[in-house]
């Protein structure tokens, strides 16, 4: 029987897709900032609280509160492309950081609850700082021809552990994430701009435009020009 989890959101919109799919069958408190979780937390403790940012202080603020100390923090950023803030968060425990557009996948979804009940451990702080960094590679030369082991080879670790640590950090493969991101990026730039679609797969990563069209459809359920012409 599944146990409902009892979700914190701080300063994310009300329609926000994360918090609309985490309602329907879980708990779920919305405060505007960090500021208020300590003293929300007093009536509402959650087994998981979610940011919609990623600055530093407010995540080292919640992790000040002695009584929050075990409660994992998922951020949820739209993208991430500066190193800066990234630097400062790495060591602080029970973090998990991933892209909004990857928040909702099932897989990710499906691994995040259970951290949240503490079935699933977060990893330690250096070894999740080597996911965090994979994470910011991907986001910063998505349109590059990325292979486990040119971005490992940027990390300075193996292909295999490197895939290891992220499955087991994030509940989904390194290229399912990369994938779901350049996906994402291809239905903004589909949306926003009057490129070609060979061009859009092309600028987000993908060399075969029959190969983009396939994913994309599958992913979003309609073709890239249906997409267009839908909008």
């Not at 080879?153 to 493969?173: C, H, N, P």
Request: glycine letters at 6%; one cysteine or more.
């Amino acid at each position: 029987m599944y146990k409902q989890k009892r979700i914190l959101f701080a300063g994310m919109s009300s329609n926000a897709p994360l918090l609309s799919l985490f309602s329907r069958d879980n708990i779920t408190e919305v405060v505007s900032s960090v500021s208020f979780i300590e003293s929300i937390s007093q009536r509402f403790f959650p087994d998981l609280i979610v940011l919609d940012s990623l600055p530093s202080p407010e995540i080292k603020d919640v992790r000040g509160t002695e009584r929050l100390l075990g409660v994992p923090v998922l951020v949820s950023v739209l993208s991430l492309e500066q190193e800066n803030n990234l630097n400062s968060i790495t060591m602080i425990p029970r973090v998990i950081l991933c892209n909004s557009c990857v928040a909702t996948h099932e897989d990710f979804v499906r691994h995040i609850l259970l951290v949240a009940e503490k079935k699933i451990p977060v990893l330690p702080c250096r070894t999740g700082a080597i996911v965090k960094y994979a994470i910011l590679y991907m986001n910063k030369n998505i349109g590059r021809r990325l292979t486990r082991e040119s971005i490992a080879g940027q990390l300075g670790v193996a292909g295999d552990y490197l895939s290891r640590i992220f499955k087991q950090e994030m509940g989904l493969t390194l290229w399912d994430y990369l994938t779901t991101l350049r996906l994402e990026r291809a239905r903004t730039m589909l949306l926003q701009t009057g490129e070609r679609v060979g061009a859009v797969a092309e600028s987000c990563g993908f060399d075969d435009a029959s190969y983009f069209n396939r994913v994309f459809k599958k992913h979003y359920g309609l073709t890239p020009s249906a997409l267009r012409l839908k909008n």
